[in-house]
């Protein structure tokens, strides 16, 4: 059986939710849906889409840093977007991040995020070779 490791994030969701930023069991690692949050809890960039989306993809980063991986093993994103006519300012935060490994990905409009001037939200899951 191999070792279930978790990264958290410090967000106050994560409690209250009962969550955790990413998984990882083995070669696989599942990060939760990533919202653009800034350092101090507030929603990072308000009103752009390409800063949120760069954001989103720094923290999901950093997580899979904490668990041995990298945006190199990203396999899958999905991204949960609140208005899909900005999707190619959310698109070229994604290209530039994946450039040199591109994942298979979604993108879907929802209806609202969490926060209302958030717009994006990032899944991502990985495989450790």
Known sequence: MTDIRRAFSGTPWEEQVGYCRAVR??????????APVADDGTT???DDPYAQTARCIALIDKALSELG???ENVVRTRLYVTDITRWEAMGRAHAAAFKNAPPATTMVQVSALISPDMMVEVEA?????
């Open 125 to 129: 899951d990985a495989f450790v070779n």
């Open 25 to 34: 069991q083995g070669a696989h690692i599942w990060v939760s849906g990533t």
């Open 69 to 71: 991986a990298g945006l």
């Open 44 to 46: 990072y960039a308000p």
